[in-house]
């Protein structure tokens, strides 16, 4: 049971939202710079065994460039693909004070675009999304398929990225406030719990209290090439989540391989990155992402391996969203973190954990550190 003064802590940093995440707010400068900006949301559903992510992004906001525009994206059902293209910038809109963002393709009384009640989002918006940390709404129909999908959920943030009841910190640490590295990354939301709905093609989800996870990127270069791992649904622990990331991307005038071990696990948040931990990995072009990190306090040991064939996503790139990045949310992951004496910690194991490989070349395994 939780104590007094926890609660108190849970109303204070939580519910009333007093904390907040780095780099939570919109990012373009207004300038005409190529620049992107992507949001991603996640749901688990552990009855189920199903997972849907959404995916947001806008590309040259200033709009009138080759690649102006904005997307919807949803990886759902048994990792179903849907996809609907949003090109008129002036329907979208962002915070640059707080995590806020809407696109709409079409509307019913011609209004700017802005976070509605949601009880009234779908008599105004004919087609689009709204998103906030405690809220992601939105309908998209491929009109040649017919597919469609609606959601909307509330979610009660928990976790950001940083020990729980703290500051936040950002993701890429203290160096992702100046423009040195390309892109930013940032988890936003590493444990929350959501509440709602989602209809995929007339199948109707509907939950309560189930894992939650969003995160965003920006910026004006593209990484060449990454992996991802992610998961906050395990079966031996509720409060336990993993986010996972190596990529190559640009520092000045050269690119250098990165990596970064994110856990939080009962309030408390365990990091492993380039500047405090031996890092090391070899991931596989696909089916297989084996990672360590050690520091001098803990060794924290992940593997993650999938029969899918999984589905291809849009990504930004220079050329705009192309399909350079392939996902599962139906991956098997393995996690066990030890201390530096070796006395094992922790140990937990899901069924539903996010595994992705992203841009190129994936011709032989990627190996670091070893």
Not at 330 to 356: F, P, R, V, W
Request: with cysteine; glycine share 10%.
């Amino acid at each position: 049971m939780k104590s007094e003064n926890y609660l108190f802590l849970e109303k204070l940093f939580v519910k009333d939202k007093l904390w907040k995440t780095p780099h939570s707010s919109y990012h373009w400068d207004g300038t005409s710079r190529r620049f992107f900006e992507g949001w991603y949301y996640r749901v688990t559903l552990p009855k189920q065994g199903q997972s849907f992510a959404f995916m947001y992004s806008i590309d040259d906001p200033i709009g009138e460039k080759y690649y102006s525009g904005g997307a919807a994206q949803v990886l759902g059902e048994n990792n179903q693909y849907l996809y609907r293209l949003f090109p008129d910038v002036k329907k979208f809109w962002a915070s640059q004070k707080e995590l806020a963002l809407c696109h709409w393709k079409q509307n019913n009384f011609n209004r700017k675009p802005q976070i509605l009640e949601p009880s009234i989002f779908p008599e105004i918006v004919t087609e689009g999304y709204q998103a906030t940390p405690t809220l992601n709404q939105g309908y998209i129909k491929d009109p040649t398929t017919n597919n469609y999908c609606r959601w909307c959920y509330d979610i009660n943030p928990i976790d950001g990225w940083g020990n729980r009841f703290f500051p936040q910190q950002a993701t890429a640490g203290w160096l992702s406030f100046l423009p040195i590295f390309d892109p930013g990354w940032q988890v936003l939301m590493a444990q929350g719990w959501a509440t709602g709905y989602i209809d995929w093609n007339g199948n109707k989800y509907e939950f309560k209290d189930v894992p939650a996870y969003s995160e965003k990127n920006w910026g004006h270069s593209f990484p060449s090439k990454w992996f991802w791992i992610n998961c906050n649904s395990f079966k031996e622990e509720l409060e336990l989540s993993l986010t996972v990331a190596g990529g190559i991307r640009q520092v000045f005038n050269w690119q250098e391989s990165v990596g970064i071990i994110g856990l939080h696990y009962q309030g408390k948040f365990y990091e492993f990155t380039r500047e405090n931990s031996q890092l090391s990995w070899q991931i596989k072009p696909w089916g297989s992402w084996m990672m360590e990190g050690r520091n001098t306090d803990f060794l924290i040991k992940i593997e993650g391996k999938t029969e899918d064939i999984g589905n291809y996503v849009r990504v930004p790139t220079a050329e705009g969203l192309q399909f350079l990045c392939r996902d599962t949310t139906q991956g098997n992951l393995s996690l066990e973190l030890y201390d530096n004496e070796g006395k094992l910690i922790l140990k937990a194991t899901s069924s539903l954990g996010g595994l992705e490989i992203g841009g190129s070349p994936w011709e032989q395994d990627w190996i670091y550190g070893k």
